[in-house]
Nanobody
Framework: QLRLEESGGGLVQPGGSLRLTCAAN????????IGWFRQAPGKAREGVAC??????SIKYADSVKGRFTISRDTNAIYLQMNSLKPEDTGVYYC???????????????????WGQGTQVTVSS
């Protein structure tokens, strides 16, 4: 079944950390870039971080640079989130980009397979 599955969300205080995992069968990930996106209530979905199929090209939204780190291995993609802020609150999704693409982007329209999302709440 073609599915990505996110986990690791939760409630954390400002300044805290969370590690999100996007899991899938390796055959669903080989050759594909993967992106992490988030959506806050009443706001559009925005790109947070993305990594290409080999892990050579990585991009971050300006709002998370220096705080978030994306990485990948054979069966999963990770998003380490440090120094969390209340404005990081939202539902976080992972998604699969085009096959064998030369680069990755933070534009949601370029991703075709999405997970169900995991809630991240940053609040004291």
């Amino acid at each position: 079944q073609l599915r990505l599955e996110e986990s690791g969300g939760g409630l954390v205080q400002p300044g805290g950390s969370l590690r999100l995992t996007c899991a899938a069968n390796r055959f669903l990930l080989d050759g594909y870039g993967i992106g992490w996106f988030r959506q806050a209530p009443g706001k559009a979905r925005e790109g947070v971080a993305c990594i290409d199929r080999r892990g050579d090209s990585i991009k971050y939204a300006d709002s998370v640079k220096g705080r978030f780190t994306i990485s990948r291995d054979t069966n999963a993609i990770y998003l380490q989130m440090n120094s969390l802020k209340p404005e990081d609150t939202g539902v976080y999704y992972c998604a699969r980009g085009p096959y064998m693409a030369h680069d990755v982007s933070l534009y949601p329209a370029e991703y075709d397979v999405w997970g169900q999302g995991t809630q991240v709440t940053v609040s004291s």
